[in-house]
C-alpha cells in the first residue's frame, strides 16, 4: 500500500403525534407530505422490515433468514443486493445476488470466497451500480472492490502497514470513491484504490457510525452519546441530538434534509444492541430525542399507520 495521507428546513411541527388517532386509521398520512422514501430495518426474528413514507405503511421485505448477511439497496431504488452465507462442508461461499426491485428478476448472481475463507462477507453497491464494496469480519479480508458480476478489482487490507480493522465504518461517495474509517481517522480512496486522502484526524475516544448523504457532501455520525453532522470535508462539525441516553446509527434521508436516528441505543447481550427509530430534520439545530422533552415536537417517531408503538431495529438501517 502506498503511504498515503495528502491533507486534503424545513422544520416540521407535529401537535400530536397519535398513532391511534382516527387520521392514523382512518387513511390520512400520519407524516410530513415532503418525507419521502422507504426505510428498511433489520428487526429480531421479524427479519427486513421497510416502512414506506409519507404514508406509513409498512410491512416485510426480506423474510428471517440465519444465513442473511447483509442487504442493500441502490440509490436509484431500482436494485437489491443480498450476501447469503451459502456454505457447505469444507467451502466457505458467500452468494451475491442483484436483482431488480420490481419484477424479482436476477440481475447478477455470483460465489465470493475472502481470502480468510470468511463466509461472513457483506456487500454494498456503488452509487453507479457498477462496482460492489465487500468487507468482512476477519482482519485478514479488508476492503474488497468487485465489479458487479463478481471478478475481482482491488483489496485494501492496510494503511501504512497497519492492518484495517474489522468494526470500522466503509461506504460508497459518488464517484465510487470509498469512504472508510481507521483507528482515528477518516480516508478517502478513489479508483484504482491504491493511495489515500486524510479526510479528518478525529481527537476522541468514542467515535464512529460514520454515514454520508447521496450526494457526498454531509457526514453524519455518533461521537459519545450523541450525533452530529459534517460537511464531507472534515469542517462544520455540529452536535445534532441530545438526550438521556444515547443515539447512534444515523441514516440520511434520500433528499438529504432528515436525518434517521436510532435513539435509546441499548444492549441486548453479548454484541448485541437495539434501537427506537426517530426522524429529525437536518437542518444543523439541535433537537432532543428524548419522548418527552419540551422541545421534541420536531422529533418524529417511526410509527406504522394504524400502529402505536414505535419501530425498532437491531441492525441494518437504509432509507432510499
Not at 5 to 33: E, H, M, R, W
Not at 79 to 104: C, E
Amino acid at each position: 500500500m502506498k503511504k498515503l495521507f495528502s491533507t486534503a428546513v424545513q422544520i416540521f411541527t407535529l401537535l400530536v403525534f397519535t398513532c391511534c388517532s382516527k387520521d392514523n386509521a382512518g387513511g390520512s398520512s400520519p407524516y410530513p407530505s415532503l418525507l419521502k422514501g422507504t426505510i428498511y430495518y433489520d428487526w429480531a426474528t421479524e427479519g427486513i422490515l421497510k416502512m414506506s413514507l409519507p404514508d406509513g405503511t409498512g410491512g416485510s421485505f426480506i423474510p428471517d433468514d440465519s444465513k442473511l448477511n447483509n442487504f442493500d439497496i441502490s440509490r436509484d431504488g431500482k436494485w437489491k443486493l443480498t450476501a447469503v452465507n451459502a456454505s457447505t462442508y469444507g467451502q466457505y461461499d458467500v452468494r451475491f445476488t442483484i436483482s431488480d426491485m420490481n419484477s424479482g428478476k436476477i440481475v447478477e448472481e455470483f460465489i465470493y470466497n475472502s481470502p480468510a475463507g470468511n463466509s461472513y462477507c457483506k456487500g454494498y453497491l456503488s452509487p453507479d451500480n457498477s462496482l460492489i464494496l465487500v468487507t468482512s469480519n476477519d482482519f485478514q479480508d479488508g476492503i474488497t472492490i468487485l465489479k458487479r458480476n463478481g471478478e475481482f478489482v482491488a483489496r485494501i487490507v492496510d494503511i501504512n502497514g497497519e492492518r484495517l480493522g474489522i468494526n470500522e465504518s466503509r461506504f460508497w461517495l459518488p464517484g465510487n470513491n470509498v469512504i472508510f474509517t481507521h483507528g482515528k481517522y477518516i480516508i478517502k480512496m478513489a479508483p484504482p484504490f491504491s493511495s489515500g486522502t486524510l479526510i479528518k484526524e478525529m481527537s476522541y475516544q468514542d467515535w464512529g457510525k460514520l454515514t454520508v448523504n447521496q450526494t457526498g457532501t454531509q457526514f453524519a455520525l455518533s461521537i459519545g452519546n450523541h450525533i452530529y453532522t459534517m460537511d464531507a470535508n472534515g469542517n462544520d462539525l455540529k452536535q445534532v441530538t441530545s438526550s438521556n441516553f444515547k443515539e447512534s446509527v444515523p441514516e440520511f434521508s434520500p433528499d438529504g434534509k432528515h436525518l434517521l436516528i436510532g435513539t435509546n441505543y441499548r444492549s441486548t447481550g453479548t454484541l448485541g444492541y437495539s434501537w427506537d427509530l426517530k426522524i429529525i430534520p437536518n437542518d444543523g439545530k439541535q433537537y432532543n430525542v428524548d419522548s418527552d422533552a419540551t422541545n421534541s415536537r420536531e422529533v418524529i417517531p417511526v410509527i406504522w399507520r394504524g400502529k402505536d408503538k414505535i419501530e425498532s431495529a437491531g441492525g441494518q438501517m437504509i432509507w432510499r
